[in-house]
């Protein structure tokens, strides 16, 4: 009995410990069936992908930017076959030993190499490290490939301008991607190495022109090389800009600046078609289109000619007697000064105990507004604009498009300023003082414009009030579908003015030319209205302009309209330093519009209203 009972109990022990057992081996196959599944179903993609890499590896394709061209279809912008090196850091088994290498093969900055290959992404993606290599360079790369893990030389398109500084501020110039840029929601689904627009049109129409990215997929031998394509998904190149500008006038308008520093903007004042914009002194875009050290960026930017700055757009300056313009629409249209009043002028006005003098010391003696616009006398102003009043002034300089930007498709556009209580009260923190009035009803003072802005006042005026957007670009052609784009022109508005004041304005102005102060911009070809303006930059200046030094000197202003009966074109002229508007800058004015005469029966665009797309292609390839 006691036997069978111990054996009974060692059975159970040895039954306990098979269950034990079993139950022990069926929680191990578990686990191991639970990490086949977690290693084959769950992860098994990305160990796939992993392998794949292992010998295969994705390459962006970078697409080619759209063509820009201008109104006639010549090429502005185009682009050019050059060589990129690229590495891709998975293949790379020690960073800085690769940064050593391609620093002393190819005479590059060892910090821009680092700061390249540590743009933050996949080890995958390849950094591009270098574009628009020299073929030297390419070949010295690839004889250097066994000895460069990593490292790949690929072919793409580069932006090149074959007119140089033609035209530079507004085409603008591209550049690769910076890193704060790539943050922004605008350049979402770009990558290190992608080329946008920096400046110009380039930068403000960067989503129609930069194109989308392709990809190929790679196979790679150990050191990663490439050995063969796999796969290829084409990149699509970006789309084309027709602009309004017509180059053969906008060459001319750099011309006559040469060397001087400066601004000419000319426009279809029944559009707002920009059809030329200089500003000097000027840049070459396709050096800044390439990767500058930074050295040689501190030496751009510290120019003293500032040649990045777009002076059309850009440069704020007194607009002087140029301003007496907008001044005359609202001292008839206020009833401060009808046709016939007349002021008194004997070369000075008293406000308190200071003398405001005329720019003529002997006085103009009795005129009116006519006269006053004619011999651009500053007391019939002075006193036009002491009865006026500021806000009133600002209100209608407002109403011209001053003090704001015109809305040009140019970034950075500066919006001048146009100077009223309220704002000298938010600015300067100051209250308006009855003097200031005196300074500003002769555009100084606190009272700045840009060239853009003038032309388009005297376009307005040479458009009877109405006034239009000023515009770069015409249209947008879709490279994919073909699809033409056009752009409308936009009004802006209209002055509140009568159609007789705008008469009487254009009748003075078309005087100045004849017997006024701009008798130097009097054309044979064609009748001709204006305003001469002279900026002073210094006070209190003395002797002759010639002893004066040249960064002391006024800025000399021209604006006008043509022909006086028709107009069809307006210009604005603003040279730097360049002394009297009559004597330095109405002739350059003369000089442009005599050119578009010359030029106008060929001055429609490639496109026009009627046009399908493939009419416009045609033209285009004509040309």
């Known amino acids: 009995m006691a036997l069978a009972h111990a054996a009974e109990t060692e059975f159970g022990d040895f039954y306990r410990r098979l269950m034990i057992l079993r139950v022990g081996l069926l929680l191990v196959v578990a686990l191991l069936g639970l990490r086949l599944w977690h290693l084959q179903i769950r992860e098994g993609p990305y160990y796939r992908d992993l392998s794949e890499n292992n010998r295969t590896r994705q390459v962006l394709l970078e ?21 990129s090196l690229y590495v891709t850091l998975e293949d790379v088994k020690d960073r800085e030993v690769l940064v050593e290498q391609l620093a002393d093969l190819l005479s590059l900055d060892p910090d821009l190499i680092r700061k390249k290959l540590a743009v933050k992404g996949g080890k995958l993606l390849p950094r591009k490290i270098k574009d628009r290599m020299t073929l030297r360079d390419a070949m010295l790369v690839e004889s250097h490939r066994l000895d460069l893990p990593g490292v790949m030389v690929e072919v793409e398109s580069q932006r090149n301008y074959p007119g140089g ?78 602009l309004t500008i017509d ?28 059809l030329a914009m200089a500003s000097r002194p000027a840049f070459d875009p396709n050096v800044l289109s390439r990767e500058l050290t930074p050295k040689q960026w501190v030496e751009i930017v510290q120019d003293e000619g500032r040649p990045l700055n777009n002076r059309a757009s850009q440069g704020q300056y007194p607009p002087g007697s140029t301003f007496k313009v907008p001044m005359a629409v609202a001292a008839l249209e206020t009833k401060t000064m009808s046709p016939s009043s007349t002021v ?147 009004p802006r508005g209209k002055i509140k003015a009568k159609p007789e004041t705008f008469r009487i304005i254009k009748e003075a102005l078309a005087d100045v030319v004849k017997v006024g102060t701009a008798t130097r911009a009097k054309s044979s070809l064609v009748t001709i209205a204006g305003k001469t303006g002279t900026a002073q930059v210094a006070a209190l200046r003395t002797g002759p302009e010639e002893s004066i030094p040249k960064k002391f000197r006024d800025h000399a202003w021209f604006v006008a309209f043509a022909p006086v009966e028709s107009p069809k074109i307006a210009v604005a002229v603003l040279g730097e330093h360049m002394g009297h508007g009559g004597s330095a800058a109405a002739p350059l004015a003369k000089e442009v519009i005599e050119t578009y005469m010359k030029l106008a029966p060929q001055m429609t665009t490639v496109i026009s209203g009627s046009s399908t797309a493939g009419q416009s292609r045609r033209s285009l390839e004509e040309s």
């Not at 960067?206 to 990215?213: I, S, T």
């Not at 001048?416 to 923190?429: E, F, H, L, N, R």
Request: glycine share 12%; aromatic share 8%.
């Open 247 to 274: 180059i053969r006038l906008q060459k001319v308008a750099e011309e006559l600046l040469g060397q001087e520093y400066g601004a000419i903007v000319a426009l279809d004042p029944t559009n707002g078609d920009i």
């Open 165 to 242: 500084v033609t035209a530079a501020h507004i085409l603008g110039y591209v550049g690769e991607i910076s890193s704060e840029q790539l943050d922004k929601p605008e350049f979402s689904g770009l990558h290190q190495g992608s080329v946008v627009g920096q400046y110009g049109v380039e930068k403000s129409f960067d989503r129609h022109v930069r194109g989308l990215a392709g990809r190929k997929s790679i196979e790679v031998d150990a050191v990663g090389h490439e050995k063969q394509a796999a796969v290829v998904e084409k990149p699509q190149a970006g789309n084309d800009l027709y």
């Open 63 to 83: 697409p080619a930017r759209g063509l820009i061209y201008d109104r006639h279809g010549v090429l502005l912008a185009n682009n050019v076959s050059s060589f």
């Open 344 to 490: 008194f002028c004997n070369g000075g006005y008293q406000f308190g105990k200071r003398i405001y003098h005329d720019w003529k010391a002997s006085g103009h003696g009795a005129v009116n507004l006519h006269d006053a616009l004619v011999h651009s006398c500053d007391v019939y102003f002075y006193t036009v604009g002491q009865r006026m009043g500021i806000d009133v002034m600002a209100e209608f300089g407002k109403e011209f498009g001053l003090g704001q930007g015109t809305g040009v498709e140019l970034p950075s556009e500066r919006s001048g300023i146009m100077p009223s209580i309220a704002w000298k009260q938010k600015v300067k923190k100051e209250v308006w003082l009855p003097g200031e009035t005196v300074s500003a009803a002769i555009g100084q003072g606190y009272v700045t414009v840009t060239p853009l802005q003038m032309a388009s006042v005297i376009g307005t005026v040479a458009n009877n009030g109405v006034n239009y957007r000023p515009r770069l670009v015409h249209a947008v052609m879709d490279r994919a579908t073909g699809n033409l784009q056009e752009l409308p022109a936009v």
